[in-house]
Protein backbone atom coordinates (compact mmCIF):
# COMPACT_ATOMS: atom_id res chain seq x y z
CA UNK A 1 0.00 0.00 0.00
CA UNK A 2 1.65 2.87 -1.42
CA UNK A 3 1.92 5.74 1.33
CA UNK A 4 3.09 9.02 1.28
CA UNK A 5 3.31 12.51 3.59
CA UNK A 6 4.58 15.75 2.55
CA UNK A 7 6.08 18.27 4.75
CA UNK A 8 8.27 21.73 4.22
CA UNK A 9 5.53 23.65 3.34
CA UNK A 10 4.99 27.59 4.33
CA UNK A 11 4.73 30.77 4.10
CA UNK A 12 8.08 32.39 2.27
CA UNK A 13 8.59 35.58 0.55
CA UNK A 14 9.09 36.16 -2.87
CA UNK A 15 12.41 35.38 -3.94
CA UNK A 16 13.22 32.84 -0.77
CA UNK A 17 13.27 29.34 -0.62
CA UNK A 18 11.91 26.52 0.80
CA UNK A 19 12.39 22.67 0.64
CA UNK A 20 10.09 19.98 0.02
CA UNK A 21 10.03 16.55 1.86
CA UNK A 22 7.79 13.77 1.19
CA UNK A 23 8.46 10.24 3.68
CA UNK A 24 7.24 6.87 1.55
CA UNK A 25 6.19 3.63 3.03
CA UNK A 26 4.68 0.78 2.32
CA UNK A 27 6.14 -0.14 -1.52
CA UNK A 28 9.37 -0.70 -3.01
CA UNK A 29 10.72 3.09 -2.69
CA UNK A 30 13.54 2.43 -5.27
CA UNK A 31 11.96 1.27 -8.11
CA UNK A 32 9.25 3.86 -8.55
CA UNK A 33 8.90 7.22 -10.35
CA UNK A 34 8.26 9.76 -7.56
CA UNK A 35 7.00 13.22 -8.71
CA UNK A 36 5.46 16.29 -7.51
CA UNK A 37 2.36 18.05 -8.59
CA UNK A 38 0.84 21.32 -7.70
CA UNK A 39 -2.59 22.70 -7.36
CA UNK A 40 -3.29 26.29 -6.98
CA UNK A 41 -6.25 28.11 -5.70
CA UNK A 42 -9.24 27.44 -8.66
CA UNK A 43 -6.92 25.90 -10.72
CA UNK A 44 -6.09 22.25 -11.68
CA UNK A 45 -3.41 20.15 -10.57
CA UNK A 46 -0.57 20.24 -12.72
CA UNK A 47 3.02 18.18 -13.00
CA UNK A 48 5.88 20.15 -11.48
CA UNK A 49 8.50 17.65 -11.42
CA UNK A 50 9.78 13.81 -11.58
CA UNK A 51 12.54 11.87 -10.97
CA UNK A 52 12.86 8.14 -12.49
CA UNK A 53 14.05 4.92 -10.32
CA UNK A 54 17.22 5.49 -12.42
CA UNK A 55 17.80 9.08 -11.27
CA UNK A 56 16.21 10.89 -14.61
CA UNK A 57 14.69 14.06 -13.51
CA UNK A 58 12.14 16.41 -15.57
CA UNK A 59 10.69 19.39 -15.16
CA UNK A 60 7.85 21.83 -15.70
CA UNK A 61 8.99 25.01 -17.88
CA UNK A 62 8.09 27.26 -15.41
CA UNK A 63 10.53 25.50 -12.68
CA UNK A 64 13.26 25.03 -14.91
CA UNK A 65 16.35 25.83 -13.01
CA UNK A 66 15.06 27.25 -10.08
CA UNK A 67 13.20 23.71 -8.24
CA UNK A 68 15.92 20.86 -8.08
CA UNK A 69 13.92 17.27 -7.54
CA UNK A 70 16.16 14.68 -5.44
CA UNK A 71 15.36 11.42 -3.92
CA UNK A 72 17.09 9.63 -0.64
CA UNK A 73 16.79 5.82 -1.39
CA UNK A 74 17.87 5.00 2.37
CA UNK A 75 15.69 7.44 3.86
CA UNK A 76 12.72 6.76 1.41
CA UNK A 77 12.38 10.20 0.81
CA UNK A 78 11.61 12.28 -2.17
CA UNK A 79 12.86 16.41 -1.64
CA UNK A 80 12.23 19.45 -3.91
CA UNK A 81 14.32 22.06 -3.29
CA UNK A 82 12.73 25.66 -4.63
CA UNK A 83 14.54 28.62 -5.12
CA UNK A 84 13.92 31.94 -6.14
CA UNK A 85 10.09 31.47 -5.68
CA UNK A 86 7.29 33.26 -6.96
CA UNK A 87 4.27 34.26 -6.06
CA UNK A 88 2.47 32.30 -9.19
CA UNK A 89 4.14 29.22 -7.17
CA UNK A 90 2.03 29.16 -4.50
CA UNK A 91 -0.31 25.96 -3.92
CA UNK A 92 -0.77 23.17 -2.52
CA UNK A 93 2.32 20.57 -3.15
CA UNK A 94 1.89 16.96 -3.47
CA UNK A 95 4.12 14.07 -4.06
CA UNK A 96 2.70 10.88 -5.84
CA UNK A 97 4.29 7.35 -6.67
CA UNK A 98 4.56 5.66 -9.86
CA UNK A 99 5.08 1.96 -10.04
CA UNK A 100 6.15 2.01 -13.71
CA UNK A 101 10.10 2.99 -12.64
CA UNK A 102 10.87 5.07 -16.28
CA UNK A 103 7.81 8.02 -15.21
CA UNK A 104 4.65 6.50 -17.39
CA UNK A 105 2.70 9.27 -15.85
CA UNK A 106 -0.23 7.45 -14.61
CA UNK A 107 0.30 7.65 -10.54
CA UNK A 108 -0.74 4.87 -7.87
CA UNK A 109 -0.22 7.03 -4.70
CA UNK A 110 -0.94 10.34 -3.59
CA UNK A 111 0.20 12.29 -0.80
CA UNK A 112 -2.48 14.62 1.20
CA UNK A 113 -0.10 17.96 0.19
CA UNK A 114 1.52 20.42 2.07
CA UNK A 115 0.58 24.05 1.47
CA UNK A 116 3.31 26.60 -0.12
CA UNK A 117 2.26 30.47 0.22
CA UNK A 118 4.98 32.68 -1.72
CA UNK A 119 4.15 36.72 -0.88
CA UNK A 120 5.15 39.23 -2.77
Known amino acids: DVQLRESGGGLVQAGGSLRLSCAAS????????LSWFRQAPGKEREFVSS???????HYVDSVRGRFTISRDNLKKTLYLQMNSLKPEDTAMYYC??????????????WGQGTLVNVSS
Open 96 to 109: AADWNGWCSGSQDG
Open 26 to 33: GFTYETFC
Open 51 to 57: ISASGVD
